[in-house]
């Protein structure tokens, strides 16, 4: 079993940062990759961004690209999401997820999930 766990959300004023976290414990898979997602009230859950197991490979929603950054520290088993010029469209629970193989953007492809982080962004 794969337990996630994230932190790091909180209230920011648009234009604003946060850096989320995700840790890892359990068994897991030696090849894995993992993914930031995230869902507001009323909306389907959707991709934010994913890296491969050995952090060389990253891929980024549209709506995301060149204000957020993920990383991963293995050592660690964490997971990062920095966020930079936050925008209030950005307010959302953000959830981590993993799965073993290469890095995909559907939800229904990752195997474990975190519970979420409140990321509140004011105007």
């Known amino acids: 079993q794969v337990q996630l766990v994230e932190s790091g959300g909180g209230l920011v004023q648009a234009g604003g940062s946060l850096r989320l976290s995700c840790a890892v414990s359990?068994?897991?898979?030696?090849?894995?990759?993992m993914g930031w997602f995230r869902q507001a009230p009323g909306k389907e859950r959707e991709f934010v961004a994913a890296i491969n197991w050995s952090g060389a490979s990253t891929y980024y929603a549209d709506s995301v690209k060149g204000r957020f950054t993920i990383s991963r520290d293995n050592a660690k088993k964490t997971v990062y999401l920095q966020m930079n010029s936050l925008k209030p469209e950005d307010t959302a629970v953000y959830l981590c997820a993993i799965r073993g193989g290469r890095i995909v953007v559907r939800t229904t492809e990752y195997d474990y999930w975190g519970q979420g982080t409140q990321v509140t962004v004011s105007s």
């Open positions: 359990g068994r897991t898979v030696s090849s894995f990759a």
